[in-house]
């Protein structure tokens, strides 16, 4: 058989390879951005007609949007589940902490090459508990979760000593930086992050962004009009909430941009989501009508949350995912890419970045929440498993989803379909696979 170019070229380049070795390609950077308190509903992918987030909104239209990511409904529950990979009731024991015992996604990056980078909020150090925490106040906590550099709000230095917007108080790496009146701090810590990729272009890097935006209070941004007051810039008012996250969607394009300029594009995953729900102030409009934020409560408002992730030509096709996606995920996924073996309790949603569309949805998402933190999110404490449309408590409330998203009237016996009860008996099964926990 007589050979062509290109046949030849293949056979010359699987011989030399054997010969020689193959050389490993670079491990693909990965960033990952988590806006606080930013729900589903405030992109206008996601049909949000109050705010503008057109880089977000080019995000998905050249990568993936999930349309079903569930998260934790509050922000240490989250941080915790989202960073070990575990179910709140393996690893949660009080609200902003983070167990020193445990092994995040920094541990796990970082042990397989990474240069490895937290910029934003921290919240993990166990500020409010430091009676019962005695290493609260150790400015190492981030180094030894994997992470090489830091620049962080609320590390050792509680919120009332300094905010996290105008007149910053931020530690970076070890360091209290030198507050400024003008200064902003989402500006330092994106621009710590443009400099991270700078210094880092040349060996794979992971990114962790836990944002500040767009958590309350509600306070103008320096693209507010009111910023240029500095009587004005602590004013609250959820007028402001719009311009938050107009700022989100600002730093969201400035990454990106850099990646760009750069040329890693290619070669970064990058990720988009929110820790929970939006703030229950906010009531936000939508093509679908005007949704309440639920931040703190199990309803959907308050887990539903948007995840958009993109990496350059490597997603030959952008599209929409429907399928459930819960904040388990996440470290699965990383553990997938780096150790092809999953031992968090999430399920790997690599194959769908990489174009295998034979990929088996999740049946169900389950969530354990107990948020130990005040009567006004305590008092939501519960577990429920879910599919998209039916949810089941672990009291036995069954809900409809789709008939009844503020879940307002539980499906009776009397009234359940033979298809509810098949599911109902499906999801029962799911829940029995957790530790039965009576909520008091």
Request: glycine share 6%; with cysteine.
């Amino acid at each position: 058989m007589k050979l062509t170019f290109n046949m030849r070229l293949i056979f010359l380049t699987l011989l030399c390879s054997t010969i020689l070795g193959t050389a490993q390609e670079k491990l693909p950077n990965i960033i990952l951005i988590m806006a606080d308190d930013m729900g589903y509903e405030t992109l206008g992918s996601s049909g949000s007609t109050s705010y503008s987030t057109p880089h977000l909104d080019s995000m998905a239209a050249h990568g993936i949007r999930f349309d079903n990511c569930v998260s934790q409904p509050l922000c240490t529950p989250s941080r915790v589940k989202i960073m070990t990979g575990l179910y709140n009731y393996r690893n949660y024991e009080y609200f902003g902490q983070l167990r020193t015992e445990e092994k995040t996604f920094g541990n796990l990056l970082k042990e397989n090459g990474y240069a490895t980078c937290i910029a934003g909020k921290w919240q993990l150090n166990g500020l409010a508990y430091t009676d019962e925490i005695k290493d609260w106040n150790n400015s190492s906590r981030p180094v030894d979760f994997g992470f090489e550099e830091y620049c962080l709000w609320q590390l050792t230095q509680h919120s009332r000593k300094g905010g996290r917007y105008a007149d910053p108080l931020i530690e970076q790496n070890g360091k209290l930086l030198d507050r400024n009146k003008d200064d902003y701090g989402p500006d330092i810590f994106c621009q710590y992050i443009l400099d991270f990729i700078d210094r880092k272009k040349d060996e794979p890097f992971f990114i962790y962004y836990p944002m500040v935006l767009v958590h309350d209070p509600f306070v103008p941004t320096p693209d507010s009009p009111e910023w240029q007051d500095e009587t004005l810039r602590n004013k609250k008012d959820t007028s402001f909430f719009s311009d938050m996250v107009s700022y989100t969607d600002k730093i969201v394009g400035k990454i990106n941009a850099k990646l760009e300029a750069l040329d890693l594009a290619d070669n970064t995953i990058v990720i988009f989501t929110g820790d929970n729900g939006t703030h229950p102030s906010i009531y936000s409009k939508t093509k679908s009508g005007t949704i309440r934020g639920a931040k703190g409560n199990t309803i959907t408002a308050g887990t539903h949350v948007p995840l958009i992730v993109k990496w350059g030509d490597q997603i030959e096709k952008p599209f929409v995912y429907d399928g459930l996606i819960e904040f388990s995920d996440f470290y699965a996924t990383f553990e997938d890419l780096v150790a092809n073996e999953v031992s968090a309790d999430g399920k790997s949603f690599l194959p769908l970045l990489l174009g295998e569309r034979n990929f088996t949805d999740r049946e169900t998402a389950f969530v354990h929440y107990n948020p130990k933190w005040g009567k006004n999110v305590n008092r939501f404490k519960n577990q429920f498993v879910r599919t998209i449309d039916y949810k089941l408590y672990q009291d036995g409330k069954f809900y409809n989803l789709k008939e009844d998203v503020l879940e307002q009237s539980p499906i009776q016996d009397g009234a359940m379909t033979a298809e509810e009860a098949k599911i109902r008996t499906a999801l029962e099964k799911e829940m029995s696979k957790h530790p039965k926990w009576e909520v008091e």
